[in-house]
Protein backbone atom coordinates (compact mmCIF):
# COMPACT_ATOMS: atom_id res chain seq x y z
CA UNK A 1 0.00 0.00 0.00
CA UNK A 2 1.10 3.41 -0.84
CA UNK A 3 0.16 6.22 1.40
CA UNK A 4 0.76 9.95 1.41
CA UNK A 5 0.79 12.06 4.05
CA UNK A 6 0.73 16.04 4.08
CA UNK A 7 1.71 17.91 6.80
CA UNK A 8 3.46 20.58 7.99
CA UNK A 9 5.56 18.59 10.90
CA UNK A 10 7.28 16.53 8.76
CA UNK A 11 9.71 15.38 11.61
CA UNK A 12 6.52 14.06 13.86
CA UNK A 13 6.32 11.00 11.77
CA UNK A 14 10.13 10.04 11.87
CA UNK A 15 10.65 7.49 14.76
CA UNK A 16 6.91 6.72 15.08
CA UNK A 17 6.20 4.87 11.22
CA UNK A 18 10.06 3.78 11.22
CA UNK A 19 9.97 1.49 14.29
CA UNK A 20 8.97 -2.15 15.08
CA UNK A 21 6.17 -3.62 13.11
CA UNK A 22 5.65 -0.70 10.59
CA UNK A 23 9.10 -0.04 10.65
CA UNK A 24 9.39 -3.69 9.02
CA UNK A 25 6.55 -3.41 6.93
CA UNK A 26 8.25 -0.48 5.29
CA UNK A 27 11.44 -2.05 4.86
CA UNK A 28 9.81 -5.15 2.99
CA UNK A 29 8.28 -2.81 0.61
CA UNK A 30 4.73 -4.11 1.95
CA UNK A 31 4.14 -0.29 2.96
CA UNK A 32 5.38 2.60 0.88
CA UNK A 33 4.90 5.90 3.21
CA UNK A 34 5.77 9.36 2.11
CA UNK A 35 5.33 12.01 3.92
CA UNK A 36 5.10 15.91 2.02
CA UNK A 37 5.82 19.00 3.61
CA UNK A 38 3.19 21.22 3.03
CA UNK A 39 5.09 24.26 2.96
CA UNK A 40 7.02 23.48 0.24
CA UNK A 41 4.49 24.05 -1.78
CA UNK A 42 3.62 27.35 -1.00
CA UNK A 43 3.56 29.81 -3.36
CA UNK A 44 4.34 32.54 -1.19
CA UNK A 45 7.14 34.28 -0.74
CA UNK A 46 8.14 33.50 2.91
CA UNK A 47 6.77 29.97 2.56
CA UNK A 48 3.59 31.41 4.45
CA UNK A 49 0.36 28.74 4.87
CA UNK A 50 -1.88 29.96 6.72
CA UNK A 51 -3.92 33.05 7.41
CA UNK A 52 -6.22 34.77 9.81
CA UNK A 53 -9.99 33.25 9.44
CA UNK A 54 -12.64 35.41 6.96
CA UNK A 55 -15.54 36.55 9.14
CA UNK A 56 -12.56 37.05 12.24
CA UNK A 57 -12.37 34.85 15.27
CA UNK A 58 -9.14 33.10 17.12
CA UNK A 59 -6.72 31.47 16.12
CA UNK A 60 -4.93 30.93 12.08
CA UNK A 61 -6.32 28.81 9.30
CA UNK A 62 -3.91 26.80 6.77
CA UNK A 63 -4.60 28.13 3.18
CA UNK A 64 -6.42 26.09 0.47
CA UNK A 65 -3.12 27.32 -2.36
CA UNK A 66 -0.02 25.12 -0.39
CA UNK A 67 -2.20 22.01 -0.10
CA UNK A 68 -4.12 21.85 -3.56
CA UNK A 69 -0.39 21.95 -5.18
CA UNK A 70 0.64 19.37 -3.25
CA UNK A 71 -2.17 17.48 -3.69
CA UNK A 72 -1.79 18.14 -7.59
CA UNK A 73 1.93 17.24 -7.06
CA UNK A 74 1.04 13.43 -5.98
CA UNK A 75 -1.77 13.11 -8.82
CA UNK A 76 -4.28 12.44 -5.42
CA UNK A 77 -7.32 11.77 -8.15
CA UNK A 78 -8.79 7.77 -7.88
CA UNK A 79 -7.80 7.61 -4.33
CA UNK A 80 -9.03 8.03 -0.95
CA UNK A 81 -8.26 11.54 0.43
CA UNK A 82 -8.60 11.46 4.27
CA UNK A 83 -8.91 15.02 6.59
CA UNK A 84 -7.81 14.15 9.72
CA UNK A 85 -10.24 16.13 11.90
CA UNK A 86 -12.95 15.98 15.22
CA UNK A 87 -16.01 16.54 12.74
CA UNK A 88 -15.43 13.92 11.24
CA UNK A 89 -16.52 10.41 11.92
CA UNK A 90 -15.08 8.55 14.75
CA UNK A 91 -12.86 5.91 13.67
CA UNK A 92 -13.23 2.23 14.40
CA UNK A 93 -11.74 -1.22 13.59
CA UNK A 94 -14.54 -1.91 10.63
CA UNK A 95 -13.05 1.85 9.13
CA UNK A 96 -9.72 0.57 9.76
CA UNK A 97 -10.58 -2.79 7.59
CA UNK A 98 -12.15 -0.88 4.88
CA UNK A 99 -9.31 1.27 4.21
CA UNK A 100 -6.61 -1.84 4.80
CA UNK A 101 -8.45 -2.70 1.32
CA UNK A 102 -7.55 0.34 -0.52
CA UNK A 103 -4.04 0.62 -2.45
CA UNK A 104 -3.57 3.51 -2.05
CA UNK A 105 -4.06 6.29 0.51
CA UNK A 106 -3.72 10.15 1.61
CA UNK A 107 -3.91 11.46 4.91
CA UNK A 108 -4.27 15.57 5.56
CA UNK A 109 -2.87 16.73 8.68
CA UNK A 110 -4.61 20.22 9.68
CA UNK A 111 -2.70 22.25 12.40
CA UNK A 112 -4.29 25.57 13.97
CA UNK A 113 -7.91 25.99 13.55
CA UNK A 114 -8.01 23.45 10.95
CA UNK A 115 -7.84 23.89 6.90
CA UNK A 116 -9.74 26.18 4.11
CA UNK A 117 -12.80 24.66 3.84
CA UNK A 118 -12.53 24.22 -0.34
CA UNK A 119 -9.59 21.74 0.23
CA UNK A 120 -12.42 19.20 2.43
CA UNK A 121 -15.19 20.42 -0.28
CA UNK A 122 -13.23 19.46 -3.51
CA UNK A 123 -10.55 17.07 -2.41
CA UNK A 124 -11.31 15.08 0.36
CA UNK A 125 -13.40 11.53 0.72
CA UNK A 126 -13.08 11.02 4.34
CA UNK A 127 -13.29 13.06 7.18
CA UNK A 128 -11.70 10.90 10.24
CA UNK A 129 -11.66 11.88 13.85
CA UNK A 130 -9.93 9.56 16.13
CA UNK A 131 -12.31 10.68 19.59
CA UNK A 132 -14.25 13.29 20.90
CA UNK A 133 -11.42 15.79 21.93
CA UNK A 134 -9.44 18.19 20.16
CA UNK A 135 -5.50 17.38 19.46
CA UNK A 136 -3.61 20.48 18.47
CA UNK A 137 -2.73 18.94 15.10
CA UNK A 138 -3.85 16.02 13.02
CA UNK A 139 -0.75 14.22 12.88
CA UNK A 140 -0.99 11.59 16.00
CA UNK A 141 -4.28 11.13 14.74
CA UNK A 142 -3.31 10.36 11.33
CA UNK A 143 -0.35 7.97 12.53
CA UNK A 144 -3.03 6.43 14.61
CA UNK A 145 -5.14 5.53 12.01
CA UNK A 146 -1.71 4.74 9.60
CA UNK A 147 -1.22 2.13 12.28
CA UNK A 148 -4.26 0.70 12.99
CA UNK A 149 -4.71 0.23 9.18
CA UNK A 150 -1.14 -1.19 7.97
CA UNK A 151 -1.39 -4.07 10.76
CA UNK A 152 -4.43 -4.91 8.59
CA UNK A 153 -2.49 -5.33 5.15
CA UNK A 154 -1.19 -9.33 4.42
CA UNK A 155 2.11 -9.56 5.63
CA UNK A 156 2.92 -6.79 8.14
CA UNK A 157 2.12 -8.80 11.16
CA UNK A 158 3.66 -12.50 11.49
CA UNK A 159 0.92 -14.59 11.77
CA UNK A 160 -2.07 -13.18 9.82
CA UNK A 161 -4.65 -14.77 12.66
CA UNK A 162 -2.82 -12.49 15.33
CA UNK A 163 -5.68 -9.79 14.96
CA UNK A 164 -8.91 -12.28 14.90
CA UNK A 165 -9.04 -12.48 18.36
CA UNK A 166 -8.04 -9.04 18.71
CA UNK A 167 -10.45 -6.69 20.95
CA UNK A 168 -13.50 -4.86 18.08
CA UNK A 169 -12.52 -7.62 15.27
CA UNK A 170 -14.95 -10.16 16.21
CA UNK A 171 -17.43 -7.97 18.04
CA UNK A 172 -15.75 -8.50 21.32
CA UNK A 173 -13.07 -7.17 23.38
CA UNK A 174 -9.87 -9.54 24.00
CA UNK A 175 -9.95 -12.05 26.83
CA UNK A 176 -7.15 -11.20 29.47
CA UNK A 177 -3.54 -12.44 27.90
CA UNK A 178 -0.91 -14.07 30.11
CA UNK A 179 2.89 -15.34 29.77
CA UNK A 180 5.92 -16.87 31.97
CA UNK A 181 6.20 -17.22 34.18
CA UNK A 182 3.45 -19.00 35.34
CA UNK A 183 3.52 -17.63 38.74
CA UNK A 184 5.00 -14.00 39.52
CA UNK A 185 5.32 -12.74 43.10
CA UNK A 186 2.68 -15.04 44.18
CA UNK A 187 -0.12 -14.10 41.61
CA UNK A 188 -0.75 -16.97 39.11
CA UNK A 189 -1.88 -17.62 35.47
CA UNK A 190 -5.63 -18.89 35.72
CA UNK A 191 -5.17 -22.64 35.77
CA UNK A 192 -7.13 -23.31 33.05
CA UNK A 193 -4.30 -22.23 30.52
CA UNK A 194 -1.97 -24.35 31.90
CA UNK A 195 -4.12 -27.60 31.39
CA UNK A 196 -3.67 -27.87 27.57
CA UNK A 197 -7.11 -28.68 27.52
CA UNK A 198 -8.17 -26.43 24.36
CA UNK A 199 -11.63 -26.94 24.09
CA UNK A 200 -11.99 -25.68 27.85
CA UNK A 201 -9.29 -23.15 27.06
CA UNK A 202 -11.34 -21.32 23.87
CA UNK A 203 -14.63 -21.54 26.44
CA UNK A 204 -12.47 -19.78 28.80
CA UNK A 205 -11.27 -17.04 26.93
CA UNK A 206 -14.86 -16.27 25.53
CA UNK A 207 -16.27 -16.09 28.57
CA UNK A 208 -13.10 -13.75 29.50
CA UNK A 209 -14.19 -11.42 26.65
CA UNK A 210 -18.06 -11.64 27.19
CA UNK A 211 -17.46 -10.64 30.63
CA UNK A 212 -14.52 -7.43 29.98
CA UNK A 213 -17.14 -6.32 27.29
CA UNK A 214 -20.15 -6.39 29.38
CA UNK A 215 -18.36 -4.67 32.00
CA UNK A 216 -16.31 -2.22 29.88
CA UNK A 217 -18.49 -1.51 26.72
CA UNK A 218 -21.94 -2.27 26.97
CA UNK A 219 -22.83 -0.91 23.80
CA UNK A 220 -21.04 -3.62 21.74
CA UNK A 221 -22.08 -6.51 24.54
CA UNK A 222 -25.82 -5.86 23.61
CA UNK A 223 -25.28 -5.34 19.78
CA UNK A 224 -23.02 -8.74 20.25
CA UNK A 225 -25.53 -10.77 22.10
CA UNK A 226 -28.43 -10.11 19.48
CA UNK A 227 -26.54 -12.04 16.69
CA UNK A 228 -28.58 -13.93 14.91
CA UNK A 229 -25.18 -16.45 13.88
CA UNK A 230 -24.46 -16.93 17.80
CA UNK A 231 -23.32 -20.79 18.54
CA UNK A 232 -25.69 -22.85 21.34
CA UNK A 233 -22.27 -22.62 23.33
CA UNK A 234 -21.96 -18.68 22.92
CA UNK A 235 -25.57 -18.67 23.70
CA UNK A 236 -24.95 -20.89 26.77
CA UNK A 237 -21.88 -18.60 28.36
CA UNK A 238 -24.05 -15.55 27.48
CA UNK A 239 -26.76 -16.93 29.54
CA UNK A 240 -24.64 -17.59 32.67
CA UNK A 241 -23.02 -14.03 32.40
CA UNK A 242 -26.78 -12.44 32.27
CA UNK A 243 -28.03 -14.42 35.62
CA UNK A 244 -24.83 -13.48 37.27
C1 LIG B 1 -6.90 22.42 16.98
S1 LIG B 1 -7.49 21.32 15.76
C2 LIG B 1 -8.75 22.26 14.97
C3 LIG B 1 -10.08 22.07 15.61
C4 LIG B 1 -11.20 22.80 14.87
N1 LIG B 1 -11.07 24.22 15.02
C5 LIG B 1 -12.53 22.34 15.42
O1 LIG B 1 -13.02 22.95 16.37
O2 LIG B 1 -13.07 21.31 14.94
C6 LIG B 1 -6.21 21.29 14.60
C7 LIG B 1 -6.13 20.05 13.75
O3 LIG B 1 -5.90 18.92 14.58
C8 LIG B 1 -6.47 17.77 14.02
N2 LIG B 1 -7.31 17.13 15.05
C9 LIG B 1 -7.57 17.63 16.27
N3 LIG B 1 -8.34 16.78 16.99
C10 LIG B 1 -8.56 15.72 16.20
C11 LIG B 1 -9.29 14.51 16.37
N4 LIG B 1 -9.96 14.24 17.49
N5 LIG B 1 -9.29 13.63 15.36
C12 LIG B 1 -8.64 13.88 14.20
N6 LIG B 1 -7.93 15.02 13.98
C13 LIG B 1 -7.90 15.92 14.97
C14 LIG B 1 -7.21 18.21 12.76
O4 LIG B 1 -6.42 17.92 11.63
C15 LIG B 1 -7.36 19.69 12.96
O5 LIG B 1 -7.40 20.40 11.75
Known amino acids: MRIDVLTLFPKMFEDPLGESIIGRAREKDILDINIINIRDF ?11 PYGGGAGMVMQAQPIFSALEAINARDCKVIYMSPKGKTFNQHIAKELAKENKLIFICG ?22 YVLTGGELPAMVVIDAVARLIPGVLGQEESYIDE ?27 LSGNHKKIDEWRKLQALNITKKNRPDMFKKYINRKDLSNEEKRLIKLLIEE
Open 167 to 193: SFYSGLLEYPQYTRPSEFRNLKVPDIL
Open 111 to 132: HYEGIDQRVIDYWVTDEISIGD
Open 42 to 52: SNDKHKKVDDY
